[in-house]
């Protein structure tokens, strides 16, 4: 039976990316109310380290992974690389006499240890002098609650994770209470609600996204924005040069690269490169969410019965996040660009064949399987697709990235 799993950005008080945490997403009958703690996460590590690349998963990164009270007292982190797994200790695990010697075990052979949805409670300090992050869920914890944790935590030496962030004022809020790492949504809303006047070049590159959007665009338009921008050149042979398009030789000259990528492709190429230059003020995570989402929505498109419309679900993809890297409202944007009726319906939500994409791919990336599961069912796609969708996104956006 085919497993599937997704991914969450942690954030550092930069806002760049510190790590992952994977998220248990099961089979095509999946519903956390019928699967156990043991089964999500030998689930989750089985389809990340055994099934796939977990290099393709994580970038590279730590990934953080839930271990309930069995699992650490059978010693299963101790099967996984200590370079590429955070353990995270349940909230409900107890801290039994294997549990303390699992994680000090653990804690001496170089692993990292985060104390999961952490509640202050005495019989927890055993666990707290090995645990290297604790985890605090800053939405269902009073803020004196809060403050009163902190500073009992504050003999300990951890680093503090606050959970459940989704606006700028929440991350602003912990960031001054001396949290270092932050998960959530935040980072995929504007910061600000108020409009405001973009900078000139981000104006130029917003005319710039209208210009290749257009259907009778010039293609020899699009080569001399390539051919007269250093930037753009070394990014489109870097592009080539990935890990995702595997080539016999390099790609060496801008003729060559743009007869190997074709009109589609090379239109696809430039607008990546605006929507990453639109964002170059916020987290980098930010442009991956919005490469994964452009190929997800795409290869979604072509595993169901509306194949002709991959190309605009992957520029709704792309576009989906352009709210929060503008600090506009998605309306106003879209005033400006001349996408397709239905590509516009979708980023503002408003009922249409996309907007069942969009839908889609957020309640994925939330694990609202109540949302997607229907949804899928609706558009003719069976669940199985999704996972192979996903990892292929996420192959992507690493290759391009």
């Keep these: 039976m085919d497993q ?3 991914r969450q950005p942690i954030l550092n008080v930069h806002k760049r990316l510190y790590a992952y945490e994977l998220l248990y997403r099961g089979d095509k009958n999946y519903t956390l109310d019928k699967v156990s703690g043991n089964q999500a996460t030998t689930s989750v590590l089985s389809s990340a380290f ?3 690349d977990i290099d393709d998963i994580s970038g590279h990164r730590p990934c953080f992974v839930n271990f309930p009270q069995q699992l650490l007292e059978k010693m299963l982190p101790f099967s996984f690389p200590k370079s ?3 353990v995270e200790v349940l909230e409900d695990v107890k801290p039994s006499a294997k549990v303390i010697d699992a994680c000090s075990r653990l804690h001496k052979a170089g692993y990292k240890i985060a104390l999961d949805d952490f509640v202050y409670d005495r019989t927890l300090e055993p666990l707290l002098e090995l645990a290297d992050i604790v985890k605090i869920d800053i939405r269902m914890t009073p803020l004196d609650t809060i403050m009163r944790t902190l500073n009992l935590l504050s003999r300990h030496n951890v680093k503090l994770l606050a959970e459940k962030v989704e606006t700028m004022k929440e991350f602003e809020q912990a960031a ?9 949504y935040f980072f995929c809303k504007p910061e600000k609600i108020k409009i405001r006047v973009l900078s000139a070049n981000k104006a130029i590159l917003l005319q710039l996204l209208a210009e290749v959007t257009r259907k009778d665009t010039d293609i020899d338009k699009l080569h001399k924005i390539i051919q007269t921008d250093l930037a753009i050149t070394y990014k489109l042979f870097k592009f080539l040069n990935s890990a995702y398009f595997y080539r016999l030789q390099e790609v060496k000259t801008v003729k060559h690269a743009i007869a190997y990528l074709g009109e ?6 430039i607008l990546l490169m605006i929507v990453s230059e639109l964002a ?11 490469l994964v989402r452009a190929k997800f929505c795409e290869l979604l498109g072509l595993a169901s019965p509306h194949r002709a419309a991959a190309s605009e679900l992957f520029i709704m993809g792309l576009f989906s996040l352009l709210d929060a890297m503008l600090d506009l409202e998605m309306k106003d944007i879209l005033g400006n ?3 397709s009726n239905r590509i516009k319906e979708a980023l503002l939500l408003e009922p249409g064949l996309y907007t069942t994409f969009l839908k889609i791919l957020i309640a994925f990336e939330r694990e609202q399987s109540s949302i997607f599961t229907p949804l899928l069912a609706n558009l003719g796609v069976e669940y199985e697709e999704v996972s192979k969708c996903y990892h292929t996104a996420v192959t992507y956006a690493n290759g391009l990235l």
């Design 337 to 339: 660009l001349p996408v």
């Design 84 to 86: 590429q797994i955070v």
């Design 4 to 6: 599937y799993i997704a």
């Design 176 to 184: 001054k209470m001396g949290f270092r790492y932050y998960q959530g």
């Design 50 to 52: 055994l099934t796939k």
């Design 264 to 269: 589609r492709e090379l239109r696809r190429f």
């Design 280 to 290: 170059v003020e916020k987290p980098g995570e930010l442009v991956r969410l919005a």
